[in-house]
């Protein structure tokens, strides 16, 4: 959920008009509490980012739908007691109360036509294609920066739970785990070429494979490659180009073993807003990746999608051109291997 709701922070004129705009739509569908509108504006703008950033990734059946409305009143009833500007849990405010439940319930009626219901879902699901870049991202740099990674039981796929108690809905770990051995079969069967694969898991991004798989491989590697992880180096990397503020890259260097890591970053921005994968050559132009003498020797392993990358002289330095780094998969961890 936060990783859609960062990208909103790149389209603040955007947003706001989206707001206001909603809030002007439903504006009758308010009741009124003690004179004014309720719930106020704190509370529905709250509750406007909450229908960004957990609405499901896949197509709701009408029961999923009724229990998911379900789950957005109670979060927000939850977190207007725990504001205690209207009501609280040792004073509560019914009416209040029920007036935000009543407005949850009103602008997500699905019964009529409802315009806001229908472009909250086309702005969300414009979000949530963005937002996958950032899950991404933060999955493998916390998994390959300096410390232990920790991961929550159940978010090994895209999660979008709310704070207690909805976030304690049991785990499906039938389904992980089935998930996971087709992924290990897939794997095996496809050897060093993974391309085929990941246009499969990207072409299918919104079922949440995609994440486990950057989980699975990156755990694997850190598991078989200990202490780089544990004692290696930590090394920034600085890009250049025209794209260079939309990189964030890293290097682990222990002895001979080094390990590159890189993702993107605001990626609305670098893309212009366009939905587009992968972010190749049209999107990254002349960025490229210098590296020190120590890391320029050799070729480099993409452990997701099996390439060999070599590097390209650029300038006085030896360097890597991003748009190779990304031209299959929208996050890279690169292994050097031996020449």
Known sequence: MRARL????????????????????????????????????????????????????????????????????????????????????????????????????????????????????????????????????????????????????????????????????????????????????????AGQDLISLVKELLDDSHAGRIKLYVIWRTLNFRSAHKQIFSNGIYLPLESTGKKRDHVCAFARILGDEWVLVATPRLVVGLTGGVEQLPLGAGVWKDTCLPLPSELAGGTYRNLFTGERLSLQKDGDKMSLPVAAVFAYFPVTLLERMAE
């Open 6 to 189: 960062n990208v909103l922070s790149e389209i603040p004129g955007g947003w706001k008009a989206t707001v206001t705009r909603w809030s002007r739509w439903n504006s009758a569908k308010k009741t009124t509490v003690d004179g004014e509108p309720a719930p106020d504006r704190n509370d529905e703008y709250l509750l406007y980012q909450t229908l960004v950033g957990a609405w499901p990734a896949e197509p709701l059946l009408p029961e999923e739908f009724n229990h998911f409305q379900g789950r957005i009143a109670s979060y927000m009833q939850k977190a207007t007691l725990e504001a205690k500007v209207h009501t609280s849990w040792v004073n509560p405010n019914e009416e209040y109360d029920a007036a935000v439940r009543d407005f949850v319930y009103r602008i997500l009626d699905n019964k009529e036509k409802n315009r806001f219901l229908k472009e909250l879902q086309a702005f969300q699901r414009w979000v949530a294609y963005f937002g996958q870049f950032n899950s991404l991202a933060q999955v493998l740099l916390k998994l390959t920066s300096p410390g232990i990674p920790d991961i929550y039981q159940g978010t090994e796929l895209w999660d979008f739970s709310l704070v207690d108690p909805d976030n304690r809905r049991p785990v499906d770990y039938p389904r992980r785990r089935s998930l996971l051995k087709d992924l290990k079969d897939q794997v095996e069967r």
